[in-house]
């Protein structure tokens, strides 16, 4: 008889090369046949890890932003990933993930070579406290779907509608079934939860999904926990922003904002 350690459950499964399946726990949260798109953001970013694997000092991404051009099916997807702009210091690559022979999300990424700044190094934004130090937030009573259900949260009592100063973000599964995924990409899977984190109106009641998704970093972020200091904002003509500054357990890393299109549901 053998014993051991399971392994963990999995948002996706690889399928070929450039090819993965998504589990039913990246289920959306408006949709339970879409995917959610958090952990999707991961999963670019783990082939962009590969597209750059067999580089030995492989730079640092800088900006990752994401265009979400139509509904993300709860289906097998492809992800490529080009050079556009290659450089010694200074490189942009672009991503397209493809589901059903269509193209569905469009990142590009700019990266740069790394270099020791410490020297210098600062920031106007104060630490986040511990996540052992806020109150665990059942995030799955105020939403629906598998990665909503995946997810373990503690944050701070909003502040306001739309405003939560401190909250983290993790999950016990993996990105991919059997594959090690970088820091980055596990951290980056998590960075979408914020548009549920503040919540500015009743999702029963009002749609307000993002379109898009820029996140800057001025420093690689470790896990297993994504920090969130985040603000919702509705405007009157059926636009909204969700910004969010980012952080690791060391402090701020960077920034997230994403546009919202904001719908009643009756």
């Known amino acids: 008889m053998t014993t051991g350690t399971a392994a963990p459950e999995s948002y996706y499964e690889r399928t070929g090369e450039h090819g993965f399946k998504p589990t039913a726990h990246a289920g959306g949260a408006w949709n339970a046949d879409e995917q959610h798109f958090s952990p999707l953001a991961g999963l670019v970013v783990h082939a962009i890890d590969g597209h750059l694997a067999r580089r030995p000092e492989p730079p640092a991404l800088a900006r990752i932003s994401y265009d979400i ?25 672009e991503a397209s993930v493809v589901i059903g022979g269509r193209t569905v999300v469009r990142a590009r990424a700019w990266l740069l070579a790394t270099l020791d700044s410490s020297s210098v190094a600062d920031s106007p934004h104060p630490r986040l406290p511990a996540p052992e130090e806020l109150d665990v937030w059942a995030m799955d009573e105020e939403w629906s779907g598998g990665y909503v259900s995946s997810v373990k949260v503690r944050r701070t009592p909003p502040s306001r509608r739309g405003r939560t100063k401190a909250a983290w973000v993790s999950s016990p599964l993996a990105l991919v079934a059997g594959e090690p995924v970088s820091a980055l990409a596990s951290y980056m899977a998590l960075v979408d939860t ?14 307000f999904p993002n379109l898009d998704l820029t ?16 603000t919702v904002t509705f ?32």
Do not use: F, K, Y
């Open 235 to 266: 405007g009157p003509s059926g636009q909204g922003l969700t910004s969010s500054v980012l952080h690791d357990i060391d402090g701020p890393v960077g920034h997230a904002e994403q546009i919202l299109t904001v719908r009643p549901l009756s």
């Open 69 to 93: 051009l139509g509904r993300i099916a709860l289906d097998a997807c492809e992800i490529t990933v080009e050079t556009l702009r290659p450089g010694r210091t200074i490189e942009l690559l």
């Open 194 to 207: 914020a548009n549920g984190i503040a919540v500015q109106q009743d999702p029963t009641a009002w749609m």
């Open 215 to 230: 996140v800057h970093l001025h420093r690689p972020p470790r896990g297993p926990w994504t920090g969130l200091d985040t």
